[in-house]
């Protein structure tokens, strides 16, 4: 019996955990005989999916409890008569004695956790699925290199992920290209028709989303043609200092009515179905789940050259792919769409067909097969 840790290093409702949680979700359904257990670094709004797919869920942060002991506890430890607990190192050992033919780090901030317990157990194998590209990886955790060694197999989910690891990293063997997954569910409300044209974007509001590139596009199309019928929308977590901010870049640039920014949606498939294109405005983004869903709901996606995974499929069509930060090509894209009904259509058609491929179903039985070949008996 296969016995497996997940490491998550959070729960948020984003790309990361999402996948892992399809996996996890698929492998109860079609492997009731493996053992799941699951490690939050930190929590969020899938903590209950998890804890229904998993045999034991840890919460790392709930032993961060040091700070919240009554008074008299803390009166007795400054008088050395109590003596503190320490509860992560009861984890690991915890961990360690549950004797895991792999562990599972699920992006590289799982990492400095997981080599702790490969140390402590020498039989445990360590995966590690990369969801992070350079820039992410250098700011998270800048000497990623000294875990590498620890590390048994590499999941990379594109492979600008995986040249990634290879040209900048050292990674030299081991690497498994496997593309991200994502499902789009049936229509369960309509939104008002509308005869405006419709560009969408999506993600938590932050510089590697580039959505200021958003705000500069919007801002470029409006100047330049004036007469256009065009509203730009972000639909995305915004953190309140971020919103700020950019009520007031919208005010004074005069986008207030052409510019929304209208937050998390519980369920945001039924705006991208209003979307008549979706841009990708990301930095840096390894293969993005909405650009998953909005392939299958058959939508033209424009992304930057070099920024995101997503890239490697329209390059057969479904978009466009144009320079890096260029506001100008990005804006030209969207208006060849918005003066090319018949383009946009045959294009979100071809992305209908390549997308597909990107289901649950037939992505996790590829993570699964690399987790059955590094289980050791």
């Not at 709004?45 to 040091?66: C, M, P, Q, T």
């Not at 405006?196 to 500069?216: E, L, N, P």
């Not at 392939?295 to 792919?321: Q, R, S, W």
Request: charged letters at 25%; glycine letters at 6%.
């Amino acid at each position: 019996m296969k016995k497996i840790l997940f490491i998550a290093h959070e729960m948020s409702r984003t790309g990361a955990p999402m996948v892992l949680l399809y996996l996890l979700q698929w492998i109860r359904k079609n492997h009731s005989d493996v053992i799941v257990d699951v490690l939050a670094l930190h929590n969020g709004g899938l903590e209950d999916d998890f804890k229904k797919i998993s045999r034991n869920y840890y919460d790392y942060k709930v032993l961060d409890n040091g700070n919240k002991l009554p008074f008299l506890q803390r009166l007795l430890l400054k008088l050395n008569i109590l003596k503190t607990r320490n509860y992560h190192q009861e984890l690991k050992e915890a961990l360690t004695a549950n004797n895991y033919n792999v562990i599972y780090g699920n992006t590289v901030l799982s990492l400095p956790f997981a080599k702790q317990l490969v140390q402590l157990n020498k039989k445990s194998r360590l995966i590690l699925h990369v969801h992070e590209l350079n820039a992410i990886i250098k700011q998270t955790l800048p000497n990623f290199r000294d875990y590498i060694n620890f590390i048994d197999h590499f999941i990379a989910p594109s492979n600008l992920v995986k040249t990634n690891l290879q040209d900048h990293w050292g990674v030299e063997e081991a690497i498994d290209v496997v593309y991200e997954c994502s499902q789009t569910k049936p229509v369960t409300s309509q939104l008002k028709a509308s005869t405006t044209f419709i560009v969408g974007a999506s993600g938590t509001v932050h510089w590697r989303k580039g959505h200021d590139v958003f705000v500069q596009v919007a801002r470029y199309i409006h100047a330049n043609y004036p007469d256009v019928k065009m509203q730009f929308v972000w639909v995305g977590h915004i953190p309140a200092l971020e919103k700020i901010i950019l009520d007031e870049d919208l005010l004074k640039l005069e986008l207030i009515d052409k510019v929304k920014f209208i937050g998390e949606i519980e369920d945001p498939l039924e705006h991208y179905r209003a979307f008549d294109v979706f841009v990708m405005t990301s930095r840096e983004d390894p293969f993005p789940l909405v650009c998953i869903e909005l392939g299958m709901l058959g939508k033209p996606i424009i992304c930057f050259g070099g920024a995101t995974g997503t890239e490697e499929i329209l390059g057969n069509g479904g978009g466009k792919i144009v320079p890096y930060l260029s506001i100008e090509a990005m804006a030209s894209a969207i208006l060849f769409y918005y003066e090319n009904e018949s383009e946009k259509i045959a294009q979100g058609e071809k992305n209908k067909e390549a997308f597909s491929q990107f289901s649950p179903e037939k992505i996790c039985p590829q993570l699964f097969e690399i987790i059955s070949k590094n289980c050791r008996n």
